[in-house]
Nanobody, 128 residues
Framework: QVQLVESGGGLAQAGGSLRLSCAAS????????MAWFRQAPGKEREFVTAISRRGDNTFYADSVKGRFTISRDNAKNTVSLQMNSLKPEDTAVYYC?????????????????????WGQGTQVTVSS
């Protein structure tokens, strides 16, 4: 069983930055691929980014490519999401997710149902 706890959400202005963190309780964190998803009001949860077990492969949704950066620290059992050049359309609840098989080779899954463990989410609001 893996417990995930997100932090770092809040309010930012358009063009600003926020950094989200996800702390994992996994005994061996490095065996899990990690991802971030988000859900805006009235919309389905969508993939944002994922990172492989060792952090050597990352994958981004087109909507955040070049603006968001995912990273992980296996020694601290954490994964982070640096969000720059924020836009009002980035407003959503952001969820951290983990799965043993989320990434394979140089590809990571973008599908909701392929991640087994989820955090409770953290709200990000971007004002125009």
């Amino acid at each position: 069983q893996v417990q995930l706890v997100e932090s770092g959400g809040g309010l930012a202005q358009a063009g600003g930055s926020l950094r989200l963190s996800c702390a994992a309780s996994a005994r061996i964190f490095s065996v899990y691929a990690m991802a971030w998803f988000r859900q805006a009001p009235g919309k389905e949860r969508e993939f944002v980014t994922a990172i492989s077990r060792r952090g050597d492969n990352t994958f981004y949704a087109d909507s955040v490519k070049g603006r968001f950066t995912i990273s992980r620290d296996n020694a601290k059992n954490t994964v982070s999401l640096q969000m720059n050049s924020l836009k009002p359309e980035d407003t959503a609840v952001y969820y951290c997710a983990a799965d043993l098989f989320g990434c394979s080779g140089d590809r990571c899954s973008t599908k909701l149902n392929e991640y087994e463990y989820w955090g409770q989410g953290t709200q990000v609001t971007v004002s125009s």
